[in-house]
């Protein structure tokens, strides 16, 4: 704009000047070396306006000519992308249907003109792994490293594929080399917890439930679950490294309301009961069945091998009186009873037990009793009755 008001001030210069001298019109002499030019000033002024003007035309030509070089480079980029955002888009179609190969093929080449091609090089390795092509998949997650703000995502898809193809100590050593920086991630937390599990690491499971948790990624219920499962399996790993007496040093280091905890107590009892360490067992059983009666404590009873039978006939005596219409109670009252060949109180009980609801194993039991007694036809029936039992749960 600016140029054209400069352009019309001169000509309109130039009319007025030609105009008020046009009797008048000067003279101009040019001496550049030995080159003379002569002109009328009116000539000047309008060289001089024609000249401006041929520049201004020829800067309006050469604009356009670039403008022309750029909306063809502009056309050809935005037609690379429209090819690679459609070629990316169909082949995340063929990795959610299992295509592997068309899945790879597409997807990286969605990625060659991509501006963010980091979600495609992380596709591409789930596609490699699925063709079952491991060093290529390692290729694509390396080229996606290399990309921007990419290292929680490539360390998070890793972890993934490691873990699919039961990589787990290889998985694990990815994730640890994120938790650092990310440690409330709710991907990161729960492929740590799949990898714990997989891997037994006991210690590590229990310290990140409260985090789990915290994170809305398991219910209460399910974190109690998961420290049971916990303490069980580091139950086990103490016992077989450091025996009974490492096993009950841990146990007593224990919270209170750990140790009331009834699997947990279970996997104690079958853990000691495993090292021959009966007489513990049952001093713990004991001590916890006299605060609160509880089917599953009960039921261990007849697996420990004891010296003496009868403390703990007497207790389940005491809690049969309280308790009369506990078949476990009775049933297992009744295997004691076996344990020191007292076969009447044994039939008694087992007799009291499948009263209130009838169980293929108390059945046999009885059987057996019914033997030791002499009444063999009896016996026969009942055995006959516990397959049937067993015929109809098959």
């Not at 007593?252 to 009834?262: F, I, M, R």
């Not at 049969?320 to 007292?342: C, G, H, W």
Request: glycine share 4%; net charge positive; with cysteine.
């Amino acid at each position: 704009m600016i140029r054209l008001l400069l352009l019309a001030i001169v000509l309109v210069g130039g009319l007025i000047v030609g105009t008020t001298f046009a009797d008048q019109q000067g003279y101009v002499l040019i001496s550049v070396a030995d080159t003379t030019i002569e002109m009328s000033l009116t000539t000047l002024v309008i060289f001089i306006g024609a000249l401006i003007a041929g520049l201004f035309l020829l800067e309006i030509l050469v604009k356009r000519i670039l403008s022309v070089g750029n909306f063809t480079r502009g056309w050809f980029s935005a037609r690379h992308l429209r090819k690679a955002r459609y070629n990316t888009f169909k082949g995340m179609i063929k990795l959610h249907e299992g295509e592997w190969k068309d899945a790879e093929r597409l997807i990286t080449k969605g990625g060659r003109h991509n501006d963010f091609p980091l979600l495609n090089y992380l596709a591409a390795a789930e596609a490699a792994q699925g063709r079952q092509q491991i060093e290529q998949r390692d290729h694509y997650l390396k080229l996606a490293s290399e990309q921007s703000d990419s290292r929680l995502a490539v360390a998070l898809t890793s972890a993934k594929l490691q873990m699919r193809e039961q990589q787990y100590e290889l998985a694990l050593a990815t994730l640890q080399s994120v938790k650092v920086d990310y440690p409330r991630n709710p991907v990161l937390l729960e492929l740590l917890k799949e990898c714990y599990l997989a891997l037994n690491e006991w210690q590590a499971l229990k310290n990140i439930i409260h985090p789990l948790t915290k994170a809305n990624l398991i219910s209460e219920q399910q974190a109690l679950e998961l420290e049971e499962k916990a303490e069980c399996g580091l139950m086990a790993f103490i016992a077989t490294n450091k025996g009974t007496a490492g096993l009950l040093d841990h146990w007593n280091s224990l919270p209170k309301k750990l140790q009331k905890h009834v699997p947990v107590l279970v996997c104690l009892i079958k853990q000691l009961h495993a090292r021959k360490a009966d007489s513990e067992a049952y001093i713990i059983l004991r001590d916890n069945l006299k605060k609160r009666s509880d089917d599953r404590l009960v039921e261990l009873l007849p697996t420990l091998n004891l010296a003496d039978y009868h403390p703990a006939t007497v207790l389940l005596e005491g809690m049969a009186n309280y308790d009369v219409r506990n078949p476990v109670i009775q049933s297992t009252l009744a295997q004691l009873y076996m344990r020191t060949e007292k076969w009447q109180p044994a039939r008694d009980h087992f007799e009291a037990a499948l009263a209130i609801r009838e169980n293929m194993s108390d059945y046999a039991y009885l059987a057996r009793v019914l033997e030791k007694q002499n009444r063999k036809q009896a016996a026969a029936d009942l055995s006959r009755k516990a397959l049937t039992m067993v015929d109809s749960q098959t």
